[in-house]
């Protein structure tokens, strides 16, 4: 990675750590906040190589979850399978379609969710997650999805350079 490509990722979770951390909780209901992480780790796994990728995908995941307040490494755990799901698939395709930004981050939105409910139900006693996991998946699908479509817009979206 560049070292002009490294800081701009780094001002990009800088920033999204920000905002879904502090402010959009304020200012947006809970089932319509972004998840601004997943939508960086899946741009690293269309447009990153194995050697950054990986470390970064587990560490924007372990980042979530300390802010999330959740399980310390369960979303970690889902980032890193969901990065190598989408990068053995991004070799084969045209990695730089915003259009297939957008559904590779629809999809890894589905997946994060299923992947944490299967976890949470397999490690935890608790009744009821299910439904509430149900339903916040559809408005989190869209707003995820609208967030993405707007990431390929920018022009660092069609500038980032990986050097393998």
Known sequence: MSRRSAIVLAIAVLLAVILQISVLPVHVASNFKPDMLLIIMVFLALRGSYQTGTPLAWLLGLLKDVFSGLYLGLNAFTFLIIFLVIKSMADRLYA????LFVVAVSAASLACV???LVLLLMFTKTSGIAYSMAGDL??????NAFFASLAALLPAFTRFEEVA
Do not use: K, M, Q, Y
């Open 138 to 143: 559809i408005p989190h699908l869209l707003v």
């Open 96 to 99: 730089e379609s915003g259009f």
């Open 114 to 116: 299923a992947a944490d």
